[in-house]
């Protein structure tokens, strides 16, 4: 069984890594540049998947249920927790 505290750990790393911070000094990303970074893809087994846990947790928030490569590559990943 994978670690799931561990992997929104990475999540949330790489998200700080690969993200922008906004007026309100909060960090987000692009889905697309999340699925399409070359670390996160060989991080994550399933990028959604860890998505969806941290979002339960309220670890990250983003619109939507299920994220898409394509079609949601322009919806931003919000990081709630620092």
Do not use: P, W
């Amino acid at each position: 069984t994978m670690n799931v505290e561990h992997e929104i750990s990475l999540l949330v790393e790489e998200i700080r890594r690969l993200g922008t911070k906004n007026a309100d000094g909060q960090v987000s990303v692009k889905f697309g540049v999340l699925f399409a970074d070359e670390k996160c893809a060989n991080l994550f087994e399933a990028l959604v998947g860890t998505l969806k846990a941290a979002k339960r947790r309220k670890i990250v928030t983003y619109q939507g249920e299920l994220l898409l490569q394509g079609v949601h590559d322009n919806v931003e990943i919000m990081l709630l927790q620092d």
